[in-house]
């Protein structure tokens, strides 16, 4: 009995972490400022089903998430001839083999022009939990984001006539649509865009950090939550929170001027709000900051507590908190690249 008594012990002290918190009291401290796990099951298709139906498909082809619709997403999201040169696909600037992004500090689009506002292309994974869309987060839906890369001029620079020139003269893409909305389906640039969204809606990444916020405490290592605990600790959930630990629109340079502000003309919204980027895969998305101006994490870390916390994170403390990043690296769903639709005779030709 005194075996057990001793051995129950060492448990119990093993449960407590070197900053004086037992595992479950950080757990739950971290759910007290926000955090919150990637839903799973039922509760993760509802969700995305939701996000999917808020954009407001065309009148009669309602989302139900098929596969047929998630598929044909996918072909749409891979496929390069929806821009102008037949170059450029989602793909391009939002690779699923890095991260969801392009590692460039600025994106580029057609004839290699880059992004006019020197603006960073965030990730898609996980984007189906940002309540907004775009640094400026003037859209709310991933349909609406989808529309704008589109026709943008330098990026995929293709008007929606153009674009629906292209699918509806692939006699296998009409077919899809059928499979995937019914016969008397209309397809238009809208329901393209938004099927390319519902595909992004499907790319999520649990990790470890969710396995832990449902009460698993050996989830993370030790150093893991001791990064965890600094990070809430120097107030960086005031914007970094929610299930993507971002996401949502904040001031920026809140106490000081960002030190590459000077690089883009990018402001902000019209009240100089800035999408924050999830931490999700961070350590795989770099460079950092709208205009892509940080390689390592860890200065990263250190920037924005100078200005948006007015406070000094040590080389240190930026390395513990980037230790618990890594537990933000979450499993990518498995994604096999389409074979796309073959053109014909009547398919617009590229331009350059």
């Known amino acids: 009995m005194r075996k057990l008594a001793i051995i129950g012990s060492i448990i119990a002290f093993c449960a407590i972490n070197a900053f004086g918190e037992s595992n479950q009291e950080l757990i739950q401290k971290a759910k007290g400022v926000g955090l919150e796990p990637i839903p799973t099951g039922k509760a993760l298709k509802d969700y995305q089903l939701k996000k999917a ?73 996980n984007s189906v939990f940002n309540s907004v869309q775009f640094w400026d987060g003037r859209a709310k839906h991933l349909g609406d984001q989808a529309q704008g890369p589109i026709q943008n001029p330098v990026e995929m620079a293709a008007s929606p006539k153009l674009v629906v020139e292209k699918i509806t003269s692939m006699p296998a893409y009409v077919d899809e649509f059928k499979k995937a909305y019914g016969n008397k389906v209309k397809i238009d640039f809208k329901l393209i865009a938004d099927t390319i969204a519902m595909f992004e809606e499907t790319l999520v990444t649990p990790s470890r950090y969710d396995d832990f916020l449902k009460g698993n405490p050996k989830a993370l290592s030790k150093d893991e939550q001791e990064g965890l605990n600094i990070f809430i600790d120097k107030g960086c959930t005031a914007c970094h929170t929610g299930i993507n630990l971002g996401g949502s629109m904040q001031p920026f340079g809140v106490v000081k001027p960002y030190k590459f502000a000077s690089i883009g003309n990018f402001k902000g919204d019209a009240n100089g709000m800035v999408k924050v980027p999830t931490l999700r895969n961070i350590t795989e998305t770099m460079p950092y900051f709208h205009n892509g101006q940080y390689w390592d994490v860890k200065d990263a870390i250190k920037e924005m507590g100078a200005i948006q916390l007015g406070i000094t994170i040590s080389d240190d403390e930026a390395k513990k908190i980037q230790t618990f990043f890594q537990s933000l690296t979450g499993t990518k769903p498995e994604i096999i690249y389409p074979t796309l639709p073959p053109v014909t005779d009547k398919t617009p030709k590229p331009v350059f």
């Open 53 to 125: 139906t808020d954009t407001d498909l065309a009148t009669g082809y309602k989302p139900k998430m098929t596969q047929a619709q998630i598929e044909l997403g996918k072909k749409l999201y891979f496929d390069p001839r929806i821009s102008s040169s037949n170059l450029i696909s989602c793909n391009t600037c939002h690779n699923l083999a890095l991260g969801g992004v392009d590692v460039v500090p600025a994106a580029i689009g057609e004839k290699w022009q880059p992004n006019t506002h020197h603006l960073n292309s965030p990730t898609v994974f």
